[in-house]
C-alpha cells in the first residue's frame, strides 16, 4: 500500500492570528495515521470516563475518612486530572517535538505549547507517585522507600529542565539524559516497592505488584530503545554537522514554525511510545487516586 504525504511549512510570526490554515486534514492523512489519531481520542474520551469514576470513587469515600486522608485523595485527583487532560490534550494535538511535526494545523499545536502542557501533566504525575510512595515508605517504616519518594519530583523536575533544552537548540543528546532520568526514576521505584513488600500490604498487593512490574519494564524499555535510539539520532546530526539553535533562537523557532506532516514515515517512530503513554501512562495515574483511597481507610 503507498502511503501519501502532504507537508506544509509554517512560518508564521507570534502575532499570527488562529485559524491561518484551510486544510482538511483527514481530507489528505495517510489510512495507519488516521486510525491511530482517532484510537488516540477514542483513549482520551475513556480515560476521561475513567477519571470520573475515581472522581466519584473520591467523593464517596470522602464520607467515610479523616479530614487529612480526604485531603489526601483529592490531591491525588487533582493530580491525576492534570496529567489526564494534558494526554488528552498531547492526544488529539500529537507534537513530534525536534522536527516540529506536527499532525494538526494549528497554532495550539506549537512546540512551545505542546511541550509546555507536558511539562505541567508530567510533574503532576511525578506527585503523584512520590506522594503515594512517600505514605507507604511511611507506613512500612521504609528508609529507601522515603528516600525515593523524596528524590522523584526533584529527578523529574531536571529530566523536564534536560527535555526543554533539547526541544528549544534541537540538540538530541539531551533527550538521551531526560529520558535516563524517567528511567531510573522508574527502577527506583519498582525497588522500592518491592522493598517495602507487597505482601506486607495486602490491601494493595495486586496494585503494588503491577507498579512494581510496569516500573520495570518502563525503565527497560527506556535503556534498551529509548535511550539508543536518541544517542544515533545524535550521532547522525553531528555526522551531518547540524548546527543548534541558540536558546533565544529556539524559542521563537518553537513558537512559530511546525511542519505539518501526514505520512507514516514521519509518525511511525513516535506511534508507540505515544500510545502506550496516553493510555497506560493515564491508567497508572488513575490507579493511584484509588490507591490513594485505599490508604486512607487502612491508614486511620
Known sequence: MQISTQMKVANWPLSAASGTSGLNPYGEVSGPVAWWHVQLGAIALLNLVFWTLSAAAVARGATHLAAAATAACYLQLLLSGGYMLGCAFRSVLPVFDIPRIVLIDSPLSSVMVGR????????????????????????????????????????????????????????????????????????????????????????LYVPMIAWAVGGALYAAYIFVFDVPMYWSRYRADQASARRYFSIADGVADACRRRIVSYGWKDWKHEIVWMSLYFSFGVWSSISLVYASITLGTHGQ
Do not use: K
Request: charged share 10%; proline share 2%.
Open 116 to 203: 509546555s502542557v507536558a511539562t505541567v501533566a508530567e510533574l503532576c504525575f511525578a506527585a503523584q507517585w512520590a506522594l503515594v510512595l512517600h505514605r507507604l515508605a511511611l507506613m512500612s517504616h521504609s528508609e529507601f522507600g522515603l528516600a525515593v519518594s523524596l528524590a522523584i519530583v526533584p529527578l523529574i523536575i531536571l529530566a523536564e529542565v534536560c527535555s526543554w533544552y533539547s526541544v528549544l537548540t534541537t540538540n538530541q543528546r539531551c533527550h538521551m539524559a531526560e529520558n535516563s532520568l524517567w528511567g531510573i526514576s522508574a527502577a527506583f521505584l519498582a525497588a522500592a516497592l518491592l522493598a517495602i513488600g507487597p505482601d506486607h500490604r495486602g490491601y
